[in-house]
């Protein structure tokens, strides 16, 4: 098990992010995965690679080159805050209820919808 598996990813799916190293830095996408054991999270238009993929007709797939969103690591992106649209680092913050919710530590911002 390395470092990032017991480590809570404090990116969630649905989130705004910027990569912050890579190939694809200063790119922005939309979260589409997080996998928090591996630390690796999947960014829409971010590490597109491309597959080939033999079709079979009994699932009703063409075949062809499909172009797909590869895993990035987790460290390589940052929230995005919603005050100023800058990349944010994330800080959680307990209220008296022992509720958490996750804040942008820029602006102090709620990034939790709720």
Request: aromatic residues 0%.
């Amino acid at each position: 098990m390395t470092e990032t598996a017991s480590r809570r990813a404090k990116v969630k799916k649905g989130d705004q992010v910027v990569v912050m190293a890579g190939r694809d830095r200063g790119k922005r996408g939309r979260v589409l995965e997080v996998r928090p054991r591996e630390g690796k999270v999947r960014v829409e238009g971010v590490a597109v690679v491309k597959r080939h993929q033999r079709a079979n007709p009994a699932q009703n797939r063409g075949g062809g080159i499909l172009e797909k969103e590869a895993l990035i690591n987790i460290s390589n992106v940052q929230l995005i805050d919603p005050a100023t649209g800058k990349p944010t680092r994330v800080r959680y913050d307990v209220a008296g209820d022992r509720t958490k919710t996750r804040v942008a530590s820029g602006s102090g911002q709620a990034l939790d919808k709720e």
